[in-house]
Every structure is written in C-alpha cells, then in structure tokens.
C-alpha cells in the first residue's frame, strides 16, 4: 500500500497537480515527522505510520501560502473527515486541496474503535469494516447503567484533567482563537483541575455536531480519559434523527442550526410543543 | 463607569409585607455600582415618573433598575412614562418583585427577600456589563411594491397612493383584477366580479403614482425593510426598483378534488370555479344542481373552513333557480356559514327561494350515483335520521382555497414564515396584516380564505400599516421591533475572534448574517437593519466572537454566577 | 452519595412571550412557589446557549429550565426551532456524563399559562429534590 501512495503522490507533483504533499517522512535518526513534499524523489522517504491527523496542519499552511498554491493530503478515513469539517467551516479552500486517501487495516480500527476506517475517496488499499464502538464494553460501562454510578465515573476521570488543553489543540475541529475554554466568563483561569462540568462538557459540546470520531483528542490526553467516549451519544443522536454524520458531505451543515421546515426529523412529525417533563400544553 | 440607581417600590406593601426592602436596601447600597436605593410606596400614580425623573437626573446617573410589579403589570409604562420624562430607556430595566415573587413566595418571607437580592444583583450585573449597539438610520424609500393585483392589491395599491407613494404594481397575469375577473355575479349584491372593482382598476390606470406591470414576476428580493431592492421579470425585460415596503396579494388557488366524487372521470361533477365558468359562458343548464360543500376541507389535512363556499353554494344554487325555470338546487352541508348580518340574510334569502338544505355527518359523507355522468347522490340526513338519494344531472363541489404554488418560494425570497398549510403567516394575533419581517405586509386570500370585500378591506388595512412605515422616513434600526421600548440590540461579529465557520449564517431566521472574505479568511458581519436581536448566532457561535452587546456574555456569565449567591 | 434535597437552585431562562407571561399570571393568581429559583428573561429562546445552560450548572445550579414559545408560534421566525435542537442535544451530553439530561428542563410553549408555568416550577423543584447530589462535580465537592 505504501508503494501505491508514494505512486500516486509522486504522479500528483509531476503532473503538478499539487505544488506540495502533505505526509509523514522518516527524517534524520529515523524521526518520523509531517513533511511537504515538493520534489517527486523526496517521496522515497514517505512513511504512512503512525496514524497523524493533518487536516489543521493542512489549514495552516494553505493559510501562508499564496492563493495559486495547492497542496494533497495524504489522509486516512477521520482526517478526511476532519477535512470535509473545516471545509464546511470555511477554514480550508476546497479548490487548493486535494486528498490522497487510504484505508486503515483492521488492528489500527479496532485501536480507534472506528466505524469507518476508510476516506470516502479512497486511492490505495482496500477497505475493511470498521467497528461499532457503542458495543465496546469498556465504552458501554462509560455510557450505560446506573446514572448515579456513570456520573461517579465520569467526575473521577474528569477530575484528573490537569487542563494542559491538548484534547483542544489536537483536535482538529477546534480552530478558534480566542477559545472559549480560556475565558474566565467560561472556565475558571488558573485552576487545576479544570472545572469539569465548564470545561469539559463546554468543549464536548461545541464538538457535538462536528466531531468526526478521529479520537485525536483522547489520544492526546495525558491523563488517559476517555473524551472521545463523551461524544458517541451526540453522534448517535444526529445519526439517529437527522440521519447526519459529521464529515461525509462538505455541502451539509449541521441540522442543529436550521428549523424544522428545512431540517426536518426523518419520520417524526413536528411536534407542537414540546416539554422534556411530559407536560401538556 | 456610570452608576446605576435602584427604585424600590412596596406597592403599599404588597411587596413591602413579603419582601425585606430595608435589608435589601442596605445591601445594595454597599454595591461600588449602585449609586442609590430608594423605597417608594408606588412608581406607577401621576407623578411619579416626574419625580423619579427628577432623582435620576440630580444623581446624575443613565441605569435604573426598578424593583416593582412586572412588565406585564405596570413596569412597561413606567419604563414608558421615565423615557417621556427624558430618561434613555435603554438603560431601565425592571425587576419584578410583585408577580414573580411576593406574591409566589408569600409564605416565604425569608426566600423571597433572597431572590429578590439575588435578582436584583443580576439586574445590576447586566447594566455594568452592558454595552450600547450601535444604531444605524435607515433612508426608507418612499415607494413600495404591491405583488398581486387581485382585490386585495389593488386596493393596497391605490390605498397607498391615495396617500403619496408610488407603487408598482407587478402581477404574472396580463391584466389587473384576479380571480374576480372571471366571476360575473357575486355574492351578497348580485354585481358581476370586475364591476366590484372596477374604481380600483380605474384608480390604478389614472392615478400617475402607480404603475402596473402586467405579466410580471418578482426574481429576487435583496435589501432589507425600508430599502429593499427587488428585481422584476417581465416582457420587457428586468426592471431593477428600490422601495421601502412590500404588500403581498398574490391571492390563493383552489383544490382539485382529483378522485373525489367521481371528479375528472364522472360527467358533469365539477367544481364551483367550473360552474363560475358555465354561468360566464350560459352553459350551466340543468334541471338539478346538488352541491356539496367542505370537499377536501375541515379534514385531518386541511381543517380550515374556507369560509367563502357556503356564500358562494348560496349564491350559485340561486342563480341555477333562476335561470333554469323550474330547475331545483340542493345544498349538502356539514354548517352553513353564513358570519354577519349581510351573508345571513343571504342565507334566508336562499331558503325563501326554495334552495334545499341537508345536512350530512363528516364521518358519513354523500356518494355519488352514476357511471359516466352523474345521475344522483345519497345522502344521509342527520336531522331526519335518515338516507336519501337525490336525482341529479349536476354535482357541484365546493372545495377549499389553497395556497398559490408560488407562496412558498415568494416567502423563501422575502423570508418571512408562512402557516401549516403554506398561506403567509401573519403575527398572530394582533398584526392581522403585518408579517415577522418588518417593512412585508400580507392581505387577501394568500393570507387567509376571504370573499373579495375582506380582501378589499385587507388591502387597505396593509395599505395603511405600510404608510406608517414609509412614512417614517429616518428610521432609526433599533426601534424596529415589537418590543416595547425597541430592539435589544444588534449582534454584532467580533473580526478578530470570528474563525469565519458560518454557524450564524446558516442559523439566523433573518438572514441578518453574512459572510465576507477578507484576506484568506472569511469574517461574519451581521447587517443591522435585518437583525432582530433573536440571539440564535450567540448561541451557536463557537468561541463567543458573536455577541449581543446589550446582554452580552460578560453580563450573562455574571448574571448567571450571582444568581444563587449566598444572601446573609 | 447524598441527594439535593435542600439544595435545589434552578435558573429559569424564558422568554418574554411564554414563560414570562405564565409567571406574571401565576403571580396574580397568587400560586405559591418555592423560592428556589431565578429567572432571567431573553427576548427569545434562541438566545439561550448551550453554553450558558452548562455556566449555570457549573455555577452551582441543580437544575436549568428553558421556557420558549411552542414550536410554530416563536416570535422570531422559528428561531426556537434549533433552540430546541440543540439544547434537546446537551441533553444527551448531559445523559451520556450521568450528570442527568433531566437537569435541564425544556418547555416550548408549555408554561405560557398560570397554572403549567406554577405546576412546571413546582414539579420540575420536586424532581431535582430526588436527583443524586452533583457535589462531586463541582469544583469545591469530593
Ligand atoms: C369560484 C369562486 C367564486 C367566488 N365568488 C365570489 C363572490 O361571489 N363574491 C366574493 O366576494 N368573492 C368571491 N370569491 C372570492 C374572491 O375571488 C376572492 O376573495 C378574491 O379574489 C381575493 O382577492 P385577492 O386579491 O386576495 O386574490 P386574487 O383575486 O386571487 O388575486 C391574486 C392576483 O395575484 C396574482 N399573482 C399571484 N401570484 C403571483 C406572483 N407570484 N407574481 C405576480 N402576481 C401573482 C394573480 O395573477 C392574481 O391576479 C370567489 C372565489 C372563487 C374561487
Ligand atoms: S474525536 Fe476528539 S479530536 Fe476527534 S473530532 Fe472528536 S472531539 Fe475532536
Ligand atoms: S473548545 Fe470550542 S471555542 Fe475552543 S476551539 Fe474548540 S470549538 Fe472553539
Ligand atoms: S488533554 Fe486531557 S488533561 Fe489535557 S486538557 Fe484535555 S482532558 Fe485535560
Ligand atoms: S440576533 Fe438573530 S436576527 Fe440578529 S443576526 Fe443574530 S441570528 Fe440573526
Ligand atoms: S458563528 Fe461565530 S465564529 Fe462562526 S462565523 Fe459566526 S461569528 Fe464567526
């Protein structure tokens, strides 16, 4: 597979379809670090390992560069997905970037417990399944049962954040400057730990509708918690009433912001009125 | 920093005896930003909005915070009374200590004083924290558009230029009148359809202010109230105008019964727009007419009464009596509606000629007899208890007004909501003719069913809230609203801060938000005229660079954090 | 794990046209209500964040109603529409940590009169009495 990419990107430079691609290359000392390929012979040193989201790394340096500049991406299934996000929000120019897209192997799906660990346009390798993560048990115990005792769970794993934002930093949906997860009116400053309940379930949420599942965040984290787990069960309820997937269509925004005429509930009608204690009107 | 007065009021202690105003009182005035408290016995007799006035000015301060009864009380109109006075409204708020709090928590002495505290510590926050919108004043172009030239446009149209404006007036047919045009006898007088409105034809053709545009339709609406620039498509090409209002009267359209009774396969089962047209041209010969009324009306689908057919069965029976000698006509109704004296003589007028009533169950509806023509129905009667068939040679069926197929998109265009069936949504219920967005107005039958005097009257109901507007000349953006006292602000897109995502684009029901590019990046920059302070942008701006600067995240985060501070 | 029975704090945002109105006509009414709740008005529901709704429950409230209009009849052009899309979503957040999306009450168009805005205070005040106690999530707790 890795032969397949190096092909293809090299066919990109040449063709100057591309005047750079962004990958991984096995550097100095063997260091493995995102480069820029500009010349087709450099892309000998192009490695595919370890998984490395580029999506944001991507927005920056299309950022810099002059507007006739176009760069391809070499992306797995989540970092395309995280593309077609920050497309969606502006961030990236569609027409400067092109993907290169390949499919994870089943043992990197199961790591990320990924249900779609392919790009939507894939060019080397071959797809496998991915796996449902709500049935992971160690998900489950995180997002099932007793209220009282996942709530306990939750504040013992939360409580251990030592607020180094890196779940906000490498996510790559989280772009804003300033971020509200710094602001005093939101999260208290110079705390540790962090607020859990203004600080993590604030960043949850404004991930609810654009989380892509790439699990950037819980893999960044120092202390192991499992934030991408916070996200399954908004996933699932866009899923579930909007049939929406963040990351699958530049061209659909989240049904979150529109009204119901144009983003109806697949199946259920509009309700009249609507009161989460069951009381009638 | 601009200190801030708190006016407390007893309410010849219907506050006083439940909440502790004197401890409050004393806490307050240790607050650095309050600059006084004072007790009063009432805020709301003569007079004391000239006293308060005169405090307010002598402290020399710009907020108020009145600690009395509710808006829905009497706080608005003293908030009214201090802004007469010369006070900037903008800057008094009210906090309600009668209804939302002495008098629910009467029993509660001790907890209602602490949210009154609490409350009021809030009120304080959000006027420290509070930031002033900056107010845009609109030119309002002195022209307006009239879409439609049915009754209801036409009578919008010369209604306002009776008054000095000038009007275009579009319409998609060639020339003015709508439906009535093709009706030649109308109920409740008798006259045929265009000489109903024949003045307003005339008016429109000698009065210079208007100009009609026959065959036209509206391809793009840009602008906002009081500047709106609209394109037309007509035979001449595209005309480019800028008017400061839109009258809609694009009228209705009436259902098809497709599949019912028999309609469009049976002979002679037609709907009343087809009988208008045999009367029109003397094909409505006949020795019985039965017609029915509600078909494919007060249903599950559509459970409005469309108000005209029970008139116009009225009107149609008695015509086919007249000119067929002998012939009979029946009417199979669920009610007869007849609203008003006019429409009920009518009624009787009916009934004296001979015009036969039955009425039927909605649950057990007539059916139709014959194969290839029409040869009777059967009906139940539920007054006799029992099941007739009449012997007929023709079926009318009156079937409900239903929006024009090109509503919708013209609601897209002009944004402004339109009801579960698709007629234009008025502002229920006090602005029968008024739309949520301000500077459209809406009239005749694309608002509601109507016979043709209440789309005149509609017209010029439109035709003068639409003056009011234009005539309004400067208008200043932030007192463009229903809220009493104006628009809480506009929101307005920090540059800096915004990462350009589009949340607020896609989710302002005004289509106040756009995006625009600046450098390599794109900046959101709301248009304040559009704006009507909804907040929807706030709420789903990422990083907080979305702001109401009236009510903006500093003083709600206070707010929120003095809310249930500890009190004594 | 101790409940909050003692403790209920609910911060009520409503809009000016429902919630508002109910609170006016239950005060006429002189409908008693427990004391354990602050309301701040917006002008309409739409204003209400997600993020505020979670400063709330951060700051020490037990519970967050949102009262709008009903769903056809926002003022603002179905501007309560994502409102409730949105907030119905934190309340699935608010499940998925256990925390309760019962703490957060959305009423559109079901606390316009008297008596549903009385009954709504009263019943929504009961049921956090018998949540569990979210101590251990504020940053004072344990
Ligand atoms: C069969 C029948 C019989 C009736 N008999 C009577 C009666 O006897 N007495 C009575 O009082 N009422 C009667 N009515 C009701 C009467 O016709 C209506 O109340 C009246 O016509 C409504 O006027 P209007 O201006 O709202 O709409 P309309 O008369 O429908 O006029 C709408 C106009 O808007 C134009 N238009 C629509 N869409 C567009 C667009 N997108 N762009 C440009 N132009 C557009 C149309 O061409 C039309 O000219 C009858 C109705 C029917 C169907
Ligand atoms: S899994 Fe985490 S890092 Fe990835 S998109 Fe979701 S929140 Fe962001
Ligand atoms: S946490 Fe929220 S404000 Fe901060 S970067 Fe992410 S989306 Fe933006
Ligand atoms: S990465 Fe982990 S430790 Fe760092 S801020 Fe996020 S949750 Fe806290
Ligand atoms: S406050 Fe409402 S109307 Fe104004 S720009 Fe924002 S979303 Fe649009
Ligand atoms: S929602 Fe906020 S960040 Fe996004 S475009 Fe609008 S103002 Fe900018």
Redesign the interface.
Known sequence: MLDQVKQKAKEILEKKEADGVLGLRKGLFDVIHPHVFTVPSELDALVLEPKWLFAKMARAI??EKP?AWRLAVIVRGCDERAIVELV????IDRERLLTLGYACDMDQAKACLCSRPFPQKLDAGAAVEGVDPLADERVKA??EGD?????????AQLKRCIKCYGCRNSCPIC??????LE?D??V?RG?IPA????FQ??R???L??TCVACGACQEACPVGIPLMT?Q???RE??KKDYNYEAGLDANR?????????KEPRPGQA????????G??? | MAKIGVILCTCFGEIGRVVDLESLKTRLEADPAVDFVTIRDSLCLPGDATRMQALIRERGIGKVILGACSIYGKMEFVRLALAREGTNIRTVRAVDLREGCAWVHGKDPVGASRRAANQLEMEIALLQNRQDSKDVAIRVQQEALVIGAGPAGLSAACGLARLGFKIHLVDRGSAPGGLLNVITKTFPIDEPGPEKIKNLVDETGNNSLIRFYGKTKVSAVKGYAGDFKVSLAGPEGNTALRVGAVVLATGARVLFPQGMFGYGKVKNVITQMEMERRFATGAASCKTAVFVQCVGARNSERPYCSTICCPLSLKNAMRVMDENPGAKAYVLHRDIMTPGSVLEAYYRKALQKGVQFIRFDADRPPEMRGQDQVSGIEVFDTISGVSRTIETDLLVLSTPFIPDPDATALARMLNIPVDKYGFYAEVYPIHPVETRNDGIFICGTARWPVASDQAIAQGEAAAMKAASFLGKVDLSALTMSRVPGGKLGHAVADAA?C?????CV??C?YQACR?QRTG???VSRVIKVRCKACGSCVS?C????MQMPEQN??AV??MIRRAFREVR | ?SAERGNVKILVFTCRWCGLIGADGAGRKRIELPASYRVIQVDCAGYVE??AV??A??SGATGVAVLGC???GCRFN?AN??A???L???????????????R???????A??SH?YA??IV??HR?LEGM?S?A????QGE
Request: proline letters at 7%; charged letters at 25%.
């Open positions: 299309l950022r507007q969606k929000r502006n961030q995180y997002l209220a009282g005792k996942r709530m306990e769970m939750w504040a772009v804003c400057v300033p971020c509200k602001d009116v939101w208290e705390v607020e859990m309940i203004s379930i604030i949850a949420f404004h609810s509708d916070l399954l069960s908004m309820a866009l925004k989240s049904p979150v912001l529109f009204d119901f005429a509009v309700p009249d009125w609507v009161d989460s204690m009381k009638k009107p | 801060a990462t350009g995502c589009g949340n896609a989710v029901p995006l390599n990046r794109s789903v990422p990083n907080g660079a995240y500093r985060g206070e | 794990m997600p993020d979670i400063r429950l951060a009903h769903v056809g179905d529409h994502p409730l899309k949105r119905e979503l934190l309340k699935t957040l608010l499940d998925t940590t256990g925390i309760g999306g019962r957060l009450l959305l009423g559109f168009g079901t316009h009169e549903q009954e709504m019943d929504f049921e569990p979210m251990s999530w504020l940053p």
